[in-house]
């Protein structure tokens, strides 16, 4: 199985390495990976933050395992040619729509979630966030209203066969796991939630052994915090998805710990934590590991069919955490290469 590594700018290389030492622990040579330029290292490189070369090495792939890109050197170029364009023209060229956020709070990590400990305790949720379309990709402009004021606008669309296909990604990630969808929207108000929530009820036909409710958007945010507990998989838009999504991430403590994947219908799928490419700490060996490790366990199971080496993987970092496993982000001193260390250990 070939995986495109695609390590990036700042913090990227440091933390796919990690990884790519886990994956070949827990895959012996099933695995063989191709590297790629990508983001402002390929900018530097080549002139391109995508370069055709990495995109077909993308489409060839089975999968792609991504560090981060972003880099305080080419924040005045102009918007083609920024980093961060990379991650957008491979979610829109590979048609990559469905976004799979994991939150979860490891027990020795109780301490660093934003929640009160019993309450962190019990986050352990999945949001799948639909990312090909809503109010990002709508027509959008600004214009003068007959007073003389200056007024912008986006338009917020979504069609029946793009709510039906990321409703289905959302059952599936359920029966996989406590069974249980929550469909986020804001069918009080929005005719998108509306068409959304009758769509969700005509997938749902489908997965009879799934659990389905609905729940306006305003009422998850504060269920989120109050009791994240009763979530199991959340399914939602683009723009109720990337801020709940968010939010989330907080409830389950550092930003260095939260993996993320994105798949397309085939579900070849992009692995990446969730983190940027940290340019403050880049460089130094401070940046936590885990992250990027646990989107690796993500891509062996949603992408190539290998969901009992992940699992080994997300033990070994349960365990290397209660053996105290702490880089910098987590309170404790290990460098990025020792958390590795630690996660090959306990494996
Ligand atoms: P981007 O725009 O790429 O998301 P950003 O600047 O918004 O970048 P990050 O790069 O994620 O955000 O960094 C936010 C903060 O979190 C920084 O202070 C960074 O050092 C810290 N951070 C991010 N990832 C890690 C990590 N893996 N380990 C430790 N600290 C991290
Ligand atoms: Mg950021």
């Given at each position: 199985m070939l995986i495109a590594l695609l390590p990036g700018d700042g913090i990227g290389p440091e933390v796919t390495e990690q990884a790519v030492r886990?994956?070949?622990?827990?895959?012996?040579?099933a695995l063989s990976f191709e590297r790629g330029l990508v983001g402002g290292a390929a900018y530097k490189a080549v002139g391109h933050p995508l370069p055709p070369e990495t995109l077909d090495l993308a489409r060839r792939a089975d999968a792609i395992l991504f560090g981060a890109v972003g880099d305080p050197d080419c924040d005045a170029l102009e918007r083609h040619l920024r980093p961060e364009q990379a991650i957008l023209g491979l979610r829109?060229?590979?048609?990559?729509?469905?976004?799979?956020?994991?939150?979860?709070?490891?027990?020795?990590?109780?301490?660093?979630?934003?929640?009160?400990?019993?309450?962190?305790?019990r986050i352990d949720l999945v949001i799948v966030r639909e990312?090909?379309?809503?109010?990002?990709?709508?027509?959008?402009?600004?214009?003068?209203?007959?007073?003389?004021?200056?007024?912008?606008?986006?338009?917020?669309?979504?069609n029946e066969a793009e709510v039906a296909r990321i409703a289905r990604v959302g059952f599936e990630t359920a029966r996989a796991r406590r069974g249980r969808l929550c469909s986020v929207d804001k069918a009080n108000v929005l005719e998108t939630s509306q068409l959304w929530r009758d769509v969700v009820i005509e997938v749902s036909r489908n997965y009879p052994d799934v659990t389905l409710n609905h729940m306006y958007v305003d009422n998850a945010a504060m269920q989120l915090v109050r009791d994240p507990g009763q979530f199991d998989v959340i399914v939602t838009g683009n723009l109720f998805g990337d801020i709940l999504s968010d939010q989330a991430s907080m409830c389950a403590g550092s930003i260095g710990m939260l993996p993320s994947a994105t798949l397309n219908s085939r579900s070849q799928g992009l692995y990446e934590p969730i983190h940027g490419s940290a340019p403050d700490i880049a460089g130094q060996g401070k940046a936590n590991p885990l992250a990027t490790i646990l989107s690796a366990a993500m891509m062996l199971r949603y992408s190539l069919g290998k969901a009992a080496e992940a699992d080994r993987i997300e033990a070994a970092v349960a365990a290397?955490?209660?053996?105290?496993?702490?880089?910098?982000?987590?309170?404790?001193?290990?460098?990025?290469?020792?958390?590795?260390?630690a996660v090959l250990a306990a494996l």
């Open positions: 886990v994956l070949d622990a827990v895959t012996g040579d829109k060229e590979l048609g990559l729509f469905a976004n799979l956020r994991p939150a979860r709070l490891f027990p020795e990590l109780a301490d660093a979630s934003a929640l009160r400990p019993e309450v962190a305790a990312t090909n379309g809503d109010v990002y990709f709508g027509e959008k402009g600004m214009r003068t209203t007959a007073d003389g004021l200056r007024e912008g606008y986006d338009i917020m669309s979504y290397a955490l209660a053996a105290g496993a702490r880089s910098p982000d987590l309170g404790g001193r290990m460098s990025t290469a020792e958390m590795g260390d």
